[in-house]
């Protein structure tokens, strides 16, 4: 079992390693759900198999000792190591470090699997197409049943939750390249006909309510921008322009749907196809979005981010935010 153990170990810290350094593309949620299932059939082993061995071969050790001591005093002759029973015991009834490492993570590790898989799931902002809404370095968490309960790995929704609406923030796997996660705001549901020319956001006819606000010192690129609030029903939040960046969209590529939208000088008008969202970044100027690789298929959305719990640079982030 050292040799099994040990060669299963090898294999996820060589998985980890080749993501680590780009050889592979990682799937976190498939090795999570690998190591809960491995750990899992270790500690089911360790209780009814291996600590039950450990256990009676330590009460055999005992058995035959006290029974020798037994003897020794009969014959007169008083026997010493009374601690040494104990300590070799105690070792006996130790579990080997490839249990410790297998059975012994097992708890933890299936409490992150089910925390993550239902509950919510940590991120960290990669960039600054969010600004000013969650900066570069935010640690966020993501509500992941808002929208339904889904199967890990396999995705498959197991509750029906709420839709996705307009304003949401949410994480979804990037529809070009699904092993990689994306933050952005949900401005177009199913239906709708989403404008964005000379800068303005319009949904099915009606500009979005804007309101212009100071001006925002983005910290990246060491230059202030100009800062609008922007208001989906009851939900607020500030958006960022700038002013010296074209209103055309630059290098769209060929994707799904692409013939639901229609690009110009003034900028791009989609209407979102059954099943899918137009998202967007609320720094407006600097942010891939549906505008430039389309729209994100509902079975894609990961959840509704909602906190940030933690930015080592600037604690003042910590907090909820629309």
Same mark, same amino acid.
């Given at each position: ?18 993501? @680590? ?25 360790? /209780? ?19 029974? /020798? ?112 996660? @994306? ?79 229609? @690009? ?39 959840? /509704? ?18």
């Amino acid at each position: 079992m050292q040799v099994l153990t040990s060669l299963i170990l090898a294999a996820f810290v060589g998985y980890i390693g080749a993501w @680590y350094v780009g050889a592979i593309e990682g799937n976190f949620a498939l090795l999570l759900f690998l190591a809960t299932v491995v750990t899992g059939v270790y500690w089911v082993a360790e /209780r009814f198999y291996f600590l039950p061995r450990r256990s009676k071969a330590a009460e055999a050790f005992a058995s035959s000792t006290t029974q /020798r001591r037994e003897e020794l005093e009969r014959m007169g002759i008083r026997p010493d190591g009374a601690d040494d029973l104990q300590e070799t015991r105690q070792k006996l009834l130790m579990q080997p470090w490839w249990l410790d490492w297998t059975a012994g993570l097992f708890p933890v590790i299936l409490v992150v699997f089910l925390l993550r898989s239902f509950l919510f799931e940590p991120f960290k902002i990669p960039s600054g197409s969010m600004y000013p809404t969650l900066w570069v370095g935010d640690l966020i968490l993501v509500n992941k049943f808002t929208y339904g309960l889904r199967l890990p790995v396999l995705n498959t929704r197991v509750t029906q939750g709420k839709a996705p609406q307009r304003g949401d923030v949410v994480v979804f796997r990037y529809p070009p390249q699904p092993n990689v996660d @994306y933050i952005k705001r949900i401005v177009g549901v199913p239906g709708d006909k989403v404008a964005y020319l000379n800068k303005r956001l319009t949904v099915n006819g009606q500009p979005v309510p804007t309101t212009a606000m100071t001006d925002f010192f983005e910290e990246d690129a060491m230059r202030y921008f100009k800062q609008f609030k922007e208001k989906f029903g009851d939900n607020t939040h500030n958006v960022l322009n700038n002013n010296d960046a074209p209103a055309f969209i630059q290098g769209a590529s060929n994707f799904q749907y692409r013939d639901k939208c229609t @690009y110009s000088v003034e900028g791009v008008t989609c209407t979102v196809p059954e099943g899918n969202f137009f998202v967007m970044g609320d720094n407006r100027d600097n942010s891939l979005d549906s505008r430039y690789w389309g729209f994100v298929p509902e079975g894609n959305i990961v959840g /509704r981010a909602f906190f940030i719990w933690m930015n080592f640079g600037n604690f003042k982030r910590i907090g909820a935010f629309n």
